[in-house]
């Protein structure tokens, strides 16, 4: 059974730094995008980042120049740097993968069960 597993989430002051890591396991062929999601209480689930198997990544404009994605596909794992963190990014952060599970002929999205990450002013 294929899951993903976040870790690294908690409260920091504002302007502090955070990292976010999140792994995959279980009976894996191949995983495709990797990338962290967030929702905010009263707000829609939102693209934070995402990072391809050769390491193309997306980044949503607000956090340009803060965040930083990065895997490591020997781990199954994909990771969030944050640094200059603001009160709006406080959120709860869910790790997102496209994942081609064994005994399975196609690419399947999987979510992890989210991190809180709370930033104080």
């Known amino acids: 059974q294929v899951q993903l597993v976040e870790s690294g989430g908690g409260l920091v002051q504002a302007g502090g730094s955070l990292r976010l890591s999140c792994a995959a396991s279980g009976s894996i062929v191949s995983i495709n995008v990797m990338g962290w999601y967030r929702q905010a209480p009263g707000k829609q689930r939102e693209l934070v980042a995402t990072i391809t198997r050769i390491s193309g990544t997306n980044y949503a404009d607000s956090v340009k120049g803060r965040f930083t994605i990065s895997r490591d596909n020997a781990k199954n794992a994909v990771y969030l740097q944050m640094n200059s963190l603001k009160p709006e990014d406080t959120a709860v952060y869910y790790c997102?993968?496209?994942?081609?599970?064994?005994?399975?002929?196609?690419?399947?999205?999987?979510w992890g069960q989210g991190t809180q990450v709370t930033v104080s002013s």
């Open positions: 997102n993968a496209d994942i081609w599970p064994v005994r399975i002929s196609k690419f399947i999205d999987y």
